[in-house]
């Protein structure tokens, strides 16, 4: 067992922090949440900062572009980056972390040159097709169909939760192009040029009172068949390899700003008085315990992966379980500290709380990731 | 970074639980349950297997290792539910005579409680020897309840009262001495190590209980109501390892703290989750789950609790 940076892992960490201290004052302020062009335009010239400085695609194998970093090379990366406060990937999300894997992964050579290089350069934006209104949590169930009609893929049906849908230049969507077959084996992977014509965009309102999701309509849109990843009807199994690149390190930035927001809601329980309320001050102490915890997993989780060769552990369900409950304790925990103030919109950590109600859901479920740790870590039977 | 076990920690985890498996099996401890005091011939095998000169430097007769591999063996012997004052007789190996080998039982005061009093050839406070305290009164009768809470000197015990425990396989000393001394770290370590044995043990108990026991025509372990107290009583064990494992690594006083709160957290509400699934037979004496129930209770309780790891760790915030 071993924490620290071996000597080229020290290396990297010194030159990042060079290149970030040079490099994030250039950068232009935080255009504001509904501002989504200007979301883009800033997430993309980060993006092509890090292209620039060959930071682009660090994770990714270097036959795709990438730079073929180790997960702890990665971990550093995104501790580094959060830490300085650069910002995160943004729009470049989906394609960085799902759509670009899995075409490094599945598609062919004509496929790679053609979307990858603009993932990394951000040039292009990538947004995700995958669940329905009636396919959730039952992901397979999905119905939105596909029929071959020529050298075209003829598209109907809708899409939902569908971040940076209207400043996205692709979808990676999942379609059925076979009904008949059982609900895994009739799905197709394809990439969806959002300027087509039958796509309809409308923006989803958050309980927030944000619009970051939107909700996709199709109506009888082409997508060429040449833009299908993997073959016809093996879009499942295409989509599962996407997963396989999650190595532990998603949420890595989220627990550094969660460790930061915890220190700063303890300044301010002294500022107001409330640091005098020894409930409320353990209670801060326990989350203390709980983040720093939490970014042990993290580096447990890294180091596991490192050492299978970068496939996953089975530690993504169990971190996810924890973090997602301690990001909303860490902000009702906020709330408590705030007292009457945290009813006020203008403040801060208000709409932070509200949105980390989501963490329970998106992405699987509290509910699904406890089956899913039942079932495929502790073997417990399949059943209702 | 490289924070999985290496090929000897996990050599040596493996040796302490087969040790275990082979000296202090299932039937050993119903035994220990029917017959308390503790069993010296065990004491003396775990000496000679190293168990307490673990961390002794190889120069002064002991094995030279670290905490990592304290908190290994530690978490085995928390696992199997090993009765006695281990920790109390591992911090004191090279310092009091006897104990590195096992021949040498020594009980530890570090708050309102001293475990093993009774058996203890020695009893130290704060790292020192102190004069054999006067135990007045049986255990269940009143006795001379002293005066607990008022500070007293250090190395100047007024006595203890037994106490009828409520693990059956740790007496306890109700300490009237006085004095107080603060929890060495070392101790709230190997005891978070304990606890993260004790969460990943009920973890599996349950687990084997919910894919065996079938109601409703099927294994309780389909349900999902039931699969997830098993599921979640894993997600506190890994988080717990994760905790006390980095906190073994890096001796930090706040890593410590924080692995406490962690693995008392995981061995106190997976304990109960364990007794859940086991439904009625949880609640017998006859079934292992109360034995692990009850001694996270005590070992929660050493150093007064957790209020001082979560005060400190409070404190480093506005640091």
């Known amino acids: ?384 | 970074m490289r924070f999985q076990l290496s090929e000897d920690q996990r050599a040596l985890r493996a040796g302490v639980r087969e040790l275990l498996a082979r000296r202090f099996d299932a039937e050993a401890l119903r035994a220990a349950v029917g017959r308390p005091g503790l069993d010296r011939a065990l004491w003396r095998e775990l000496g000679e297997a190293g168990f307490f000169a673990l961390r002794l430097p190889e120069a002064d007769g002991g094995v030279g290792l670290g905490l990592p591999e304290a908190v290994l063996a530690f978490e085995e012997a928390g696992r199997a539910l090993l009765p006695g004052p281990l920790i109390a007789t591992h911090l004191a190996a090279g310092s009091v005579p006897g104990a590195a080998a096992g021949e040498t039982v020594v009980a530890d005061v570090d708050g309102g409680l001293v475990e093993w009093l009774a058996d203890a050839d020695v009893v130290r406070g704060g790292g020192a020897r102190l004069p054999r305290p006067e135990v007045s009164g049986e255990p269940g009768e009143p006795g001379k309840p002293g005066k607990p809470g008022e500070p007293g000197e250090p190395g100047e015990p007024k006595g203890a009262v037994p106490l009828r425990s409520v693990d059956p396989l740790t007496p306890l000393h109700r300490w009237t001495g006085g004095a107080a001394w603060p929890p060495d770290p070392v101790a709230v370590l190997l005891t978070a190590a304990e606890q993260l044995g004790t969460a990943t043990r009920v973890c599996e108990l349950a687990v084997q209980h919910a894919r065996t026991r079938e109601q409703f025509g099927q294994p309780i372990g389909a349900f999902q109501a039931i699969k997830h107290l098993c599921a979640g009583m894993l997600v506190r064990a890994e988080t717990a390892r994760a905790a006390v494992y980095a906190a073994a690594v890096t001796a930090d006083p706040l890593d410590i703290a924080a692995a406490r709160l962690l693995a008392d957290e995981a061995a106190l509400r997976s304990t109960r989750d364990c007794l859940q699934v086991h439904g009625g037979m949880g609640f017998t004496w006859e079934s292992e789950v109360h034995l692990h129930l009850k001694r996270a209770w005590v070992r929660a309780q050493r150093g007064g609790g957790d209020t001082e790891s979560e005060e400190s760790l409070a404190a480093e915030l506005v640091d």
């Open chain 1, 1 to 384: 067992m071993d924490l620290a940076d071996t000597s080229e892992e020290r290396e990297f960490r010194a030159r990042l922090r060079e290149w970030l201290a040079k490099t994030l004052p250039t950068l232009g302020p935080k255009p504001s949440p509904d501002d989504w062009p200007g979301r883009r335009a800033h997430d993309l010239g980060w993006q092509r900062m890090l292209y620039d400085a060959g930071y682009a695609g660090l994770h990714w194998p270097t036959d795709a572009g990438g730079r073929g970093a180790t997960p702890t090379r990665h971990l550093i990366f995104l501790e580094e980056t959060e830490r300085a406060g650069a910002p995160y990937v943004g729009a470049g999300f989906v394609g960085l972390l799902h759509a670009g894997p899995t075409i490094a992964a599945e598609g062919t050579a004509g496929q790679r040159a053609r979307w990858l290089p603009p993932i990394l350069r951000g040039e292009e934006v990538w947004c995700q097709g995958f669940s329905e209104p009636d396919a959730g949590s039952d992901l397979a169930a999905l119905r939105t169909r596909a029929w071959r009609d020529g050298d075209d893929y003829v598209v109907s049906g809708s899409k939902i939760w569908t971040s940076h849908a209207e400043v996205a230049d692709w979808c990676e969507l999942l379609v059925r192009t076979d009904p008949a077959a059982a609900k895994h084996r009739g799905i197709t992977w394809l990439a969806l040029p959002m300027d087509a014509p039958g796509i309809t965009v409308r923006p989803l309102r958050t309980l927030a009172g944000s619009a970051e999701f939107a909700e996709v309509f199709l109506d009888e849109v082409r997508v060429p068949v040449a833009n299908r990843v993997g073959d016809e009807n093996d879009g499942w199994r295409v989509t599962m390899v996407t997963l396989s690149f999650e190595r532990g390190t998603a949420f890595v930035g989220e627990v550094v700003a969660c460790r930061r927001v915890l220190g700063q809601l303890a300044r301010e329980a002294r500022r107001n008085g409330s640091w005098d309320d020894p409930v409320l001050r353990r209670r801060l102490g326990r989350l203390n315990a709980e983040f720093r915890a939490l970014w042990r997993l993290t580096q447990w989780n890294v180091s596991e992966a490192q050492a299978s060769g970068g496939v996953p552990g089975v530690g993504g369900s169990v971190f996810k379980l924890r973090y997602s409950q301690a990001r909303q304790e860490l902000y009702d925990a906020a709330a408590t500290v705030l007292g009457d103030a945290a009813l006020d919109l203008d403040r801060p950590w208000v709409l932070d709380r509200l949105s980390s109600l989501s963490y329970t859901i998106a992405a699987g479920t509290s509910q699904i990731q406890h089956n899913i740790v039942a079932e495929r870590i502790l073997g417990l039977p399949k059943g209702r």
